[in-house]
């Protein structure tokens, strides 16, 4: 019974982030075919916007690297979990900045 145990401690991790990474990709998938990708107006703007999802996965790779620090996980189950995390946390960032207005200064 406990190999069992083992088994679905290190496929729940994987499972987990597997869903994240097919919600993330759908949802950007119906966003492109709809036309509705955010578009900024200058280079930077636009930048920014591109790097929110991978910035997102580093921070939450880096969050799930802390955690793992100070609770009893495995590091590779928190670094997993975090990126996970961190990708959609980047998708809704993403979302967030696309529809906010730019502001000329």
Known sequence: METVTDIILIV???????????????????????????KKKTAEAQTWLDSMIPLGMVCGSAGGMLFSLFLPISMATAIALGS??????????????????????
């Open 12 to 38: 729940l991790p994987i499972l987990i982030v597997g869903a994240i990474a097919l919600f993330v990709i759908q949802r950007l998938k119906s966003k492109q075919k709809r036309g509705t990708l955010g």
């Open 84 to 105: 996970g995390i961190g990708l959609l946390g980047g998708y809704f960032a993403y979302s967030h900045y696309s529809k906010t207005e730019e502001t000329s200064s």
